[in-house]
């Protein structure tokens, strides 16, 4: 081509053009960066919403009790940093105790869930058998039922096995898939995979159990991730189901053992129950954020396409 | 991934099991009791030490003790006598006794009395308040009565110097007004106790009649009802009690009371309670009866705060009754429970722990003398569905504040409802 | 007859755990409920036979058992939608771009962190009390609020907006939903040139489809069976006046307050079959609006 400088005007014309085209990516990536600065303008002032109760919460946990329930200020006249230290030693056990008591329970559980409730959602989701929509249904009717009234039976069937005060109620279930939510919530995202996988694996072969565990299994990190976060959010904070087993308080966890800060007729000690709230959270949120990533990074890296 | 599903669900199992049985109690020592108990850090505390001595004192006999906050205590409660598994030791409430010795959950303490449960010296007044059908269900730890709290400097600034022992129904909207006045509306002089059972009660009392008879049978009337009712509604017209919205929030803690937010300067409470109120507060809090009727009875009455019972799924009875009898009367044991559970029944622990006591608990004990002679006797046992009677009267209540209805067409149709209740429990 | 099993052996094999779980720990107690649900039970003596009575009484006398359900219809059906919408927008937000994105993940699910917990209940009745924090705001504006959680007229609301708070829940379901959408095909529609809008109703909802779905069921049976937060904010006792009377709060009360556990499973059995209903009429539905890969021929 020689459009070299031959014609000043086609020149001009190109340069002309060139700077519109420019001007216009000015302008987009103005618009985009204003879009961005808006975004995070509302993501901050949404942000300071959300986190109101954190910092209300940290602020309760140094207030002196007598602050907690006559100030609206979220700073307080003095500063009881000894709540902490009071309130990890401040009932008859120590709060590494309840800490521990609490890891095994929850460790196990996410553990139990992870398993049994993605084994029962590839059946489900994947596999076809006589009588699936039937369990199905059996399955999300144990969604539906208020707790309070199974509650009682269900104790004594575990009063007969003798497993009350013990760890084996709230454990053992879960890895028995009892709890739909999960179930239910991986066969949403299981069913949502391409059928030719599987089909495509089964003429290479490949056992049920395998296409589960090398397709199923990767290609769902996001709903794995989701579900680890949850159960273990869940067991941690479950407070019901430690209340009704577990007598001894040297085997309380610890949304157990927050209770016993606060008697809501009588003295309590509401700034170290708060202190202790605080340091309950921690492994909660490291909790969160290390599996969070694995759902936003899940299916880049697994390449789905 | 090495481990199969198969092994990894053993070793889980074996260690769940493991960590969990090395904490069950009973393993150790031949003899156990369970001791369950509603707490807080102080009498929790308090309790342990007592057990620590006792299995001191009893070797071979080991204590489970067992605890909980009062909200959560009652469900899992239900949830053990249910399974038949209640610890051998319950601490009770006046208010849920009739309804689990009437349905058969405890054993009476009759036969133990004289023999391993020496209470011989006990007030009998207080003691007696564990009997329901003529048969002891329920051992006294410690004794309350309704209490007006209200703050003393505000008092004292405002200069009401009144007879808080022997008030009036006429002096009170009058001392309410003052500080009201005095405050310029920012504190009000007085929680509006119309949703508070305690005090419907004592006002029944106050004019000669008991809620219910021996037979379970409504004895209030409406006019009763209504008068209290309309009693509140003329102060909360005149403003000098708490607002509307404070007042329909049933059972607030103790940090949501007027007394504690500094809203009012009167809170009703139990007189057990006021060291917890104390801690909640800087001004300094004292004790004042509810006002009586001019020339009529004051209403009050003395009532265990709890008690201690022996349950129907009790193994080791003797090993119970041991540490029932060590809790009321081993000089160490009481000496380390002190006033928290209210106060004891027994005048010669009193006497011991009269030395040791903090400000507070004085003024507790000198507002329990004051009020020895005027207090009238324990209502009957109630009849069982009497707990939803309470809910009841303070829903009833709360449509009376909130200006949905009559005080006196509420109060006609509470007690027709009321009966209605017991009715269908029986 | 061979045939039959291998076809159903891998089926029932996965589904072993679950059909364990089910058949000893939770059909057991299940079936329990219902029973008693024909007795006159109070926990302690045993269970007595009363046919229907339980359920003619609720319906037929019981006044509490219709505000109960009055309240909880209320709930359910302003703070499902509201939720499930808020989550899905915030979500979209957070999915595209942005490198900071994962602290706001975590900041936005905070709340639902803190569930149902005793600093709620404080924090909830301090905020929107009459010289709370709400009003506070709301008076910068001229408006002069009531005391929010103690009017019975809006308790109820208070409610709604910490339902809406705490979206955390269906917000990271919805995340997860939306990255498991191939990024290609957003690829392919920006080639294209098809807009944004267009973009989200021709691909983003279509293969969001069975989240949505699974977020609306479990958010409809959760909001049905609201319990601690209301538990923990009226005190217990669904106090003002009963404008916070959930359903489940009631039932609870009757089976652990006042003994009545025959009743109290009847009042579940008649929420079972409220929400079974529901959800039925969800899943029929779901037939027009959720397809599924795997499924598509």
């Not at chain 1, 001009?12 to 960066?33: D, F, P, T, V, W």
């Not at chain 3, 279509?206 to 601690?228: E, W």
């Amino acid at each position: 081509m020689k459009t070299n400088a031959t014609d000043p005007a086609l020149e001009l014309e190109l340069i002309k053009a060139a700077e519109r085209a420019a001007a216009m990516r000015q302008k987009r990536e103005a618009s985009a960066r204003r879009g961005r600065m808006l975004k995070h303008a509302f993501l901050i002032a949404a942000s300071l919403v959300m986190l109101y109760p954190l910092f209300w919460l940290l602020s309760a946990s140094v207030k002196p009790e007598n602050e907690i329930f006559t100030s609206l200020s979220l700073w307080p006249s003095t500063f009881q940093f000894d709540n902490y230290t009071k309130g990890w030693n401040g009932l008859p056990i120590s709060f590494s105790v309840f800490y521990i008591n609490s890891a095994i329970v929850t460790v196990l559980s996410v553990i139990g869930n992870l398993i049994s409730c993605s084994f029962a959602a590839y059946a489900f989701a994947r596999l076809r058998f006589t009588g699936r929509s039937f369990f199905f249904s059996l399955m999300m009717l144990t969604l539906m039922i208020p707790y309070h009234v199974v509650l009682i039976p269900q104790y004594v069937e575990f009063l007969k096995l003798g497993w009350v005060n013990t760890y084996l109620p709230l454990i053992v279930p879960k890895f028995l898939a009892s709890d739909g939510f999960f179930v239910f919530l991986m066969i949403q995202f299981f069913r949502q995979l391409p059928r030719e996988l599987d089909e495509a694996a089964e003429i290479d072969g490949c056992s049920p159990f395998k296409i589960y565990w090398r397709i199923i299994l990767p290609l769902s990190l996001p709903a794995m991730a989701t579900a680890a976060i949850f159960s273990f959010i869940w067991v941690w904070e479950d407070f019901l189901g430690p209340l009704i087993y577990l007598n001894d308080i040297k085997t309380f966890t610890v949304p157990l053992a927050l209770r016993l800060f606060v008697d809501s007729q009588g003295e309590s000690a509401f700034g170290q129950m708060f202190a202790m709230s605080v340091t309950s959270l921690v492994p909660v949120i490291i909790f969160f954020i290390l599996f969070q990533k694995l759902i936003i990074r899940g299916i880049a890296t697994t390449g789905m396409k | 991934m090495k481990i199969t599903r198969r092994t990894l669900l053993g070793t889980i199992g074996a260690t769940a099991a493991a960590s969990a049985l090395s904490s069950v109690p009973g393993l150790a020592a031949d003899r156990t009791i369970r001791h369950y108990w509603w707490g807080n850090p102080e009498r929790d505390k308090r309790t342990f030490a007592v057990i620590d001595l006792f299995q001191k004192h009893h070797a071979g006999i080991k204590v489970s003790g067992e605890t909980i906050g009062w909200k959560d205590y009652w469900t899992k409660m239900a949830t053990q006598t249910a399974g038949g598994n209640m610890a051998d030791l319950i601490q009770m409430d006046y208010r849920y006794l009739f309804e689990y010795v009437r349905r058969g959950a405890l054993k009476p303490l009759d036969e133990y009395v004289g023999k391993s449960l020496m209470v011989g010296d006990f007030d009998p007044g207080p003691l007696s308040g564990g009997v329901v059908d003529g048969k002891l269900y329920g051992l006294n730890i410690g004794s309350n009565s309704q209490v007006l709290v209200y703050n003393t400097k505000v008092f004292a600034d405002a200069g009401i110097k009144a007879d808080v022992i022997n008030w009036t129904r006429e002096d009170f909207p009058a001392i309410c007004e003052k500080i009201t006045s005095f405050t310029g509306g920012k504190m009000k002089g007085s929680d509006d106790l119309s949703t508070s059972v305690d005090i419907m009660q004592v006002w029944v009392r106050q004019n000669g009649r008991e809620f219910y008879d021996a037979d379970g049978k409504v004895t209030a009337t409406a006019e009763d009802i209504a008068g209290f009712w309309e009693y509140w509604a003329e102060m909360r017209k005149a403003g000098v009690v708490a607002g509307k919205d404070k007042t329909v929030v049933i059972n607030p803690p103790l940090g949501e009371t007027g007394i504690v937010t500094g809203g009012t300067a009167i809170s009703q409470f139990w007189s057990n309670q006021m060291v917890g109120i104390q801690a909640l507060m800087k001004d300094k809090v004292g004790a004042a009866m509810f006002p009586h009727k001019k020339g009529g009875a004051y209403g009050q009455f003395i009532k265990p705060s709890m008690f201690m019972s022996l349950t129907r799924d009790a193994k080791d009875v003797d090993a119970a009754i041991a540490y029932m009898n060590d809790w009321v009367n081993d000089p160490e044991s009481t000496k380390v429970l002190g006033l928290e559970r209210g106060i004891p029944c027994s005048p010669k622990v009193r006497a011991a722990l009269k030395p040791s006591l903090s400000d507070t608990e004085k003024d507790a004990v000198a507002f329990f003398d004051a009020i020895q002679d005027r207090v009238g006797k324990l209502p009957l046992p109630e009849p069982k569905g009497a707990g939803e009677v309470y809910e009841l009267f303070t829903r009833s209540a709360s449509e009376v504040v909130l200006g949905n209805i009559k005080p006196a067409e509420a109060a006609g149709r509470f007690i027709q409802d009321a009966q209605d209740i017991v009715d269908r429990a029986r | 007859m061979k045939r039959f099993i291998t076809r159903n052996a891998p089926g029932y094999t996965f589904l072993l755990p679950w059909l364990i779980g089910f058949f000893l720990l939770t059909l057991g107690p299940i079936l329990a409920s219902l029973y008693l649900s024909f007795t006159k039970y109070d926990m302690v003596s045993a269970p007595r036979w009363v046919g229907w009575d339980n359920y003619v009484y609720m319906f037929t006398r019981d006044r509490r058992f219709w505000k109960a359900l009055d309240v909880t219809f209320n709930y359910v059906l302003l703070a499902v939608p509201a939720r499930l919408i808020m989550a899905l927008g915030v979500a979209m937000l957070l999915d595209k771009g942005l490198r900071t994105m994962g602290i706001y993940r975590a900041i936005f699910y905070l709340p639902s962190l803190l569930g149902s917990s005793i600093a709620i209940a404080i924090l909830w009745r301090q905020l929107f009390a009459k010289e709370g924090a709400v009003n506070e705001v709301l008076s910068f504006f001229g408006i002069d609020g009531p005391s929010w959680i103690t009017d019975p007229h809006t308790s109820l609301y208070t409610l709604v907006v910490l339902a809406m708070w705490q979206f955390g829940s269906p917000m990271l379901i919805f995340l997860a939903g939306l990255r498991s959408i191939p990024r290609d095909l957003y690829e392919a529609a920006e080639i294209d040139g098809t807009p944004p809008w267009r973009q989200f109703t021709r691909i983003t909802l279509p293969l969001l489809a069975p989240v949505i779905f699974f977020n609306l069921v479990l958010q409809t049976i959760d909001a049905f069976k609201t319990f601690s937060s209301v538990f923990i904010i009226s005190h217990g006792n669904g106090a003002p006046a009963d404008s916070l009377l959930f359903y489940t709060v009631y039932l609870f009360n009757e089976a652990f307050s006042f003994f009545r556990m025959g009743y109290a499973s009847a009042l579940a059995w008649v929420l079972l079959i409220i929400i079974a209903v529901f959800t039925g009429l969800a899943f029929l539905s779901s037939k027009y609006w959720v397809h599924y890969e795997n499924e598509r021929d």
